[in-house]
């Protein structure tokens, strides 16, 4: 027995061994810079074995090699290249998109949710794409934005009505407001808006960050055909709340004609439509209530966490600089004196809060990092870097919107970097908060919708007061999002409100 166990661990050893070669001769090869620290599991060891997130992991790397187009790091046996030089970036993300259109995060078949817009591939994502699209120019956003709009108000009423919720976990109260007002634009506005919903319980609980979910994504990463071995699924607790909820709002919906220009809507005219057909490939995708059920359960997980992100980081940042704060609530309040309430060209025309959301969304980018897969050998641009089909691609947010090269005083928040004056100095592919190229986030627009109505209305009647509970930046760990945890924000109701 002894022999066996002694046996076994010096076969992994070598094993671990040999694959750690085995990644830096790879890359040696093909003269690329490699991490040395975790030749096997990359940034994944420390996010598995230490209290941080991946970005800041990623984070390190990128310090340890500014002068480096690309890095290659170790992710088992899948060659893996963390590519930070901006043209390098902008190779992978637009100039090349057609070798790197995969986002590299394969599912199992099995996971119904997530056979969403975010994780599908080839030409069935590019037939989700085309069909979603629609939902979010210009015209719908308009036609949308009173679902948006009354949720916000509802929100405010709902604070005052509740004042406990006025200090203390923020972040919270304001995912209640995201979700209330994603629950409207999916499944229709009811008279009264719901801060207090199973969905809420969903968004929070997808992609929440314990040992066991940790776990799993470091696996689905590492080695996809483990994953799939163990059958592994990320989402199959919530298929049932979400599926029969869009069974019965396609239901309602066939028997009432009334358009309502939600995400409800959308659904029930592509059932009517039938099979989804791409003309190039001939491919066909039925609009099943799975199917469906699986987008709307997306577009959740994409409207609560990343916009209450931005809510309340750009609240921290206003709740520590009296000036701004000021700035933003004249702002406001001339706003409404001129418009008497909110609608989509008054959200859409201020000046000073865009700046300061923009630099909220520059210095605590919600979503850390992108990633993508090579699916056709090809050559980076500098570097003259060989990348084989299969290599999987990680890209830097945050570290570029904290590198010195781009943003002079990285860590200083300033909204007049964002000024008509100054906002040449950036380079667009420096600022990547949506991500970009042909998968760009698609509810951008949206997005930035939800999060400014939310601003508007909060702080048309309350001011803020930031609570600083350690001092510096702390993030919690989490598998792409990033989140402060050192901050918490107090609702002041204003004088005037
Ligand atoms: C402030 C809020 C949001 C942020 C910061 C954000 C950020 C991102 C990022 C970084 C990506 C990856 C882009 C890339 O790989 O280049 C993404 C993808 C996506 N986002 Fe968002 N997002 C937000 C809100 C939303 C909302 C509200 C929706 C929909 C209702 C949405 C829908 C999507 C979709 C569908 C994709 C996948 C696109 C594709 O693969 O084709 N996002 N988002
Ligand atoms: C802020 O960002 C949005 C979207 O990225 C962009 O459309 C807008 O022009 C930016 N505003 C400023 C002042 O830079
Ligand atoms: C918010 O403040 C405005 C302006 O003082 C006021 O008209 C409005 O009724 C307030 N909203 C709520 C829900 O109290």
């Known amino acids: 027995m002894i022999t066996f166990i002694l046996a076994l661990i010096i076969t992994i050893l070598c094993l671990i061994f040999i694959i750690g070669r085995y990644n830096e001769f790879y890359w040696k090869r093909r003269n690329v810079a490699f991490y040395k620290k975790h030749k096997v599991m990359g940034v994944f060891w420390d996010f598995l074995t230490k209290d941080k997130a991946i970005f800041e992991n990623l984070w390190e790397v990128y310090k340890e090699y500014p002068n480096e187009p690309a890095i290659g790091l170790g992710s088992i046996l899948t060659p893996t290249l963390y590519v930070t030089h901006p043209k390098n970036v902008q190779h992978v993300l637009i100039a090349d998109f057609n070798s790197f259109n995969h986002r590299g995060l394969d599912v199992n078949k099995d996971d119904l949710l997530a056979d969403n817009i975010l994780f599908m591939e080839g030409n069935r994502w590019k037939l989700m794409r085309q069909h979603r699209t629609p939902l979010f120019t210009t015209t719908k956003l308009k036609s949308m934005y009173y679902i948006i709009d009354k949720s916000a108000i509802d929100f405010v009423t709902h604070l005052k009505d509740n004042r406990l919720l006025l200090k203390g976990d923020a972040f919270n109260t304001i995912s209640s407001f995201c979700c209330a007002a994603i629950g409207a634009a999916v499944f229709g506005v009811g008279t009264k808006s719901i801060f207090d919903s199973p969905f809420l319980y969903m968004t929070q609980n997808a992609f929440k960050s314990s040992f066991k979910l940790n776990l799993k994504f470091s696996i689905g990463h590492l080695c996809n055909p483990l994953y799939n071995l163990l059958g592994f699924s990320m989402f199959k607790g919530f298929e049932d709340l979400i599926i029969n909820a869009i069974k019965r709002v396609i239901h309602e919906r066939e028997a009432d004609y009334v358009k309502r220009h939600d995400f409800a809507d959308v659904c029930v005219s592509l059932k009517n439509a039938g099979t989804m057909v791409d003309k190039d490939s001939d491919l066909k995708l039925e609009?099943?209530?799975?199917?469906?059920?699986?987008?709307?359960?997306?577009?959740?997980?994409?409207?609560?966490?990343?916009?209450?992100?931005?809510?309340?980081?750009?609240?921290?940042?206003?709740g520590r600089r009296p000036e701004y704060l000021s700035k933003v609530h004249s702002e406001i309040d001339e706003a409404f004196k001129l418009h008497g309430s909110m609608n989509y060209d008054a959200i859409t025309s201020f000046k000073v809060l865009d700046m300061v959301v923009n630099e909220s969304m520059r210095i605590h980018t919600p979503v850390g990092y992108v990633t993508r897969k090579c699916v056709k050998d090809t050559v980076l641009p500098i570097g003259n870097i060989k990348v084989d089909k299969g290599t999987k691609i990680f890209i830097p947010i945050f570290e570029l919107h904290h590198d010195a090269r781009y943003y002079p005083d990285p860590e200083v928040f300033d909204p007049e970097r964002f000024s008509p004056?100054?906002?040449?100095?950036?380079?667009?592919?420096?600022?990547?908060?949506?991500?970009?190229?042909?998968?760009?986030?698609?509810?951008?627009?949206?997005?930035?919708?939800?999060?400014?109505?939310?601003?508007?209305?909060?702080?048309?009647?309350?001011?803020?007061?930031?609570?600083?509970?350690?001092?510096?930046?702390?993030?919690?760990?989490?598998?792409?999002?990033?989140?402060?945890?050192?901050?918490?924000?107090?609702?002041?109701?204003?004088s005037n409100a």
């Open 287 to 318: 609009p099943t209530d799975e199917l469906l059920a699986a987008q709307a359960f997306f577009f959740y997980t994409a409207g609560v966490e990343p916009i209450a992100t931005v809510i309340f980081n750009t609240l921290v940042e206003l």
């Open 421 to 494: 004056d100054n906002k040449h100095n950036i380079a667009d592919i420096t600022y990547l908060p949506f991500g970009r190229g042909n998968r760009v986030c698609l509810g951008a627009r949206y997005g930035i919708l939800q999060l400014k109505a939310g601003l508007v209305h909060l702080l048309r009647n309350f001011t803020v007061k930031t609570i600083v509970m350690e001092e510096g930046m702390k993030y919690s760990r989490q598998q792409f999002q990033v989140r402060l945890s050192n901050f918490d924000l107090e609702f002041i109701p204003r």
